[in-house]
């Protein structure tokens, strides 16, 4: 599977009637199943990789006002749903985080857990082994630290939405 491949099939998850983060999940976990084991493989090193890339400290500055605080195992959540929005809300966000003040999304929707175990959970069902991650996840989020008092100044738009 390719990165075109990849954003395809989160497209074609979001094309459903998915009303909801948890129904976004199950169409995911469909389209999952219909795989291939090479294909299933590729989508997990793509949601990987994606992932990563959004490992930056300006996005979870960006989460942080969003949620009210935010750990790290909610920057997590924050990054997965945010993949499953699809390229190009991903792409606007890690370019602009400021941007994601034009969303109007429900807490769930921004840090739903589910979505970063559809993968594994696919490789669970199907009696195989996860294979291991292809390189290790950055030990530091990308870019400059934050502090509370930061935020303000460095997401205008986010912080009078979310204050």
């Given at each position: 599977?390719?990165?075109d491949?990849?954003?395809s099939?989160l497209?074609r998850a979001r094309q459903?009637d998915?009303?909801?983060?948890?129904?976004?999940?199950?169409?995911?976990?469909?389209?999952?199943r219909?795989?291939?084991?090479?294909?299933l493989?590729g989508?997990a090193?793509?949601?990987d990789?994606?992932m990563?890339r959004a490992?930056?400290?300006?996005?979870w500055?960006?989460?942080?006002l969003?949620?009210?605080g935010?750990?790290?195992?909610?920057?997590?959540?924050?990054?997965?749903?945010?993949?499953?929005?699809?390229?190009k809300a991903?792409?606007?966000a890690?370019?602009d985080?400021?941007?994601?003040?034009?969303d109007?999304?429900g807490e769930e929707?921004?840090?739903?857990?589910g979505?970063?175990?559809?993968a594994?959970?696919?490789?669970?069902?199907r009696?195989?082994?996860?294979?291991?991650?292809?390189?290790?996840?950055?030990?530091e989020?990308?870019?400059?630290a934050?502090?509370?008092?930061?935020l303000a100044g460095?997401?205008?738009?986010l912080?009078?939405?979310?204050a």
């Amino acid at each position: 599977m390719n990165s075109d491949a990849f954003w395809s099939l989160l497209d074609r998850a979001r094309q459903t009637d998915a009303e909801s983060p948890d129904d976004l999940e199950a169409a995911l976990a469909q389209l999952l199943r219909n795989l291939s084991v090479a294909d299933l493989e590729g989508f997990a090193v793509h949601f990987d990789d994606a992932m990563d890339r959004a490992y930056r400290w300006n996005l979870w500055g960006a989460a942080y006002l969003i949620g009210g605080g935010c750990s790290d195992d909610a920057f997590s959540d924050f990054r997965s749903s945010l993949i499953a929005r699809g390229l190009k809300a991903y792409e606007k966000a890690v370019s602009d985080p400021d941007s994601l003040a034009d969303d109007d999304l429900g807490e769930e929707a921004w840090f739903h857990e589910g979505f970063a175990y559809l993968a594994a959970a696919e490789f669970e069902h199907r009696k195989l082994k996860a294979p291991p991650r292809a390189k290790p996840h950055p030990s530091e989020p990308e870019g400059d630290a934050w502090s509370e008092d930061d935020l303000a100044g460095r997401f205008p738009r986010l912080s009078r939405k979310y204050a």
